[in-house]
């Protein structure tokens, strides 16, 4: 499967963005999703995850309230909606997939990324 990311782009703090990531194959509608983060200098950190058919969230703690993971299984995307930004949210952020259908905050757990798309955000 290919992940596209997109929707990044810069924002000034307390504004919002809406993260898409497009994915190729039949499959999509059967893999766990998750979005995962990498700021500069620093280790990639799990963002959300959500199962199969969306009906199981999970989320960071440092965005919990303020960010929401979806799917549309029917158009094989996932979104990242993302309100409230921090300038600690700067970021690339990842979409990431699990053949496995199930909630995974690790990201060892992944089998398939996308590309990443930068999101900054400004004080």
């Known amino acids: 499967v290919q992940l596209q990311a997109s929707g990044g782009g810069l924002v000034q703090a307390g504004g919002s963005l809406r993260l898409s990531c497009a994915a190729s194959?039949?499959?999509?509608?059967?893999?766990?999703m998750g979005w995962l983060r990498q700021a500069p200098g620093k280790e990639r950190e799990f963002v959300a995850a959500?199962?199969?058919?969306?009906?199981?969230?999970s989320y960071a703690d440092s965005v919990k309230g303020r960010f929401t993971i979806s799917r549309d299984n029917a158009k094989n995307t996932l979104y990242l909606q993302m309100n409230a930004l921090k300038p600690e949210d700067t970021a690339v952020y990842y979409c990431?997939?699990?053949?496995?259908?199930?909630?995974?905050?690790?990201?060892?757990?992944?089998?398939?990324w996308g590309q990443g798309t930068q999101v900054t955000v400004s004080s």
């Open positions: 990431a997939a699990n053949v496995g259908g199930y909630l995974s905050s690790d990201s060892r757990r992944f089998d398939y």
């Open positions: 959500i199962n199969w058919s969306g009906g199981q969230t």
């Open positions: 194959g039949r499959s999509f509608s059967r893999y766990g």
